[in-house]
């Protein structure tokens, strides 16, 4: 492919979990998936040339088809091939992984005639202690913990969109959809987003990295069978599913056997530099 600059409008699919590895650590993923991508490809014969596709519609358009190819209707959970059950995935689960990394590639796609832009960004970190809570607002543990909790995804969300994008790939996020049900109250818009977009308006954020204005975090169960074939629920409920197969495949690749060395220094400890 000729030299070429990207401009991504994205949905942002999140899952976690609370036992990564042996030491069960938590964890976050965000799956960007573009709703609306633009492909300018420069130095062709005939000039600048511009390719504007859905790669949301052309990534549920392969899981669809495979689902009719081994006809099967299931929730995809990583969970279902992990530990002794791995070396006995279904072929299924394992092409949906294939269908996936196919859809991160830039470069040398199989599967799709042009890149979908996809990327993942995933952090483990271990449970916070009570001590590590103290500077978190709330009466009750719960809020302290899903305030933390929040705090993390939001340095996440803003690490993965400065380093997954640059000046020639640009990016705008739409929406984040988390699955699952709510804890007591549902993720913060405002801790999570909109310290972003002030971040956006005083130049903090890259100029390559926009926020919209309506953007909203939505909760939804990521079984797609509780909803009509072909709705929007449907398609992002199998988005949802993809990003549960990413996180399943990076703790099974990444944290399995492995003993987590926390470096992290303790509260009131003196450093020597912050960023370690």
């Known amino acids: 492919m000729n030299a070429y600059k990207t401009e991504s409008e994205v949905f942002v699919f999140h899952d976690e979990t609370g036992k990564a590895g042996d ?8 799956l960007f998936v573009p709703v609306k991508l633009r492909i300018i490809l420069s130095n062709t014969l005939w000039g600048d040339e511009i390719i504007e596709l859905n790669p949301l519609e052309k990534l549920y358009i392969e899981i669809n088809k495979l689902r009719k190819r081994f006809n099967v209707n299931h ?26 990394v196919d859809a991160l590639r830039y470069k040398g796609t199989k599967i799709f005639r042009n890149p979908l832009c996809c990327k993942i960004a995933i952090i483990f970190f271990p449970n916070p202690n009570l001590d590590s809570l103290i500077f978190y607002g709330g009466k009750e543990k719960d809020e302290k913990k899903l305030r933390f909790n929040e705090t993390v995804l939001r340095m996440l969300l803003k690490g993965a969109v400065h380093y997954l994008y640059t000046k020639d790939h640009k990016v705008k996020i739409l929406k984040i959809l988390s699955d699952g049900q709510p804890y007591h109250r549902k993720l913060s818009e405002e801790r999570v987003l909109w310290r972003l977009i002030e971040e956006q308006l005083v130049g903090d954020l890259r100029e390559y990295v926009d926020i919209s204005p309506n953007v909203e975090i939505i909760h939804l169960d990521s079984n797609h069978r509780k909803y009509g074939v072909g709705s929007n629920e449907y398609i992002y409920a199998n988005m949802l599913q993809l990003a549960d197969m990413f996180l399943g495949s990076v703790i099974q690749s990444c944290l399995k056997g492995i003993k987590w060395q926390n470096i992290s220094p303790q509260i009131r400890d003196k450093v020597e530099d912050k960023k370690v």
């Open 23 to 30: 030491e069960k650590l938590k964890g976050h993923i965000l």
């Open 75 to 100: 929730k995809f959970h990583f969970k279902e091939i992990s530990g002794r059950k791995w070396n006995k995935a279904n072929e299924a689960e394992k092409q949906l992984i294939i269908i996936g």
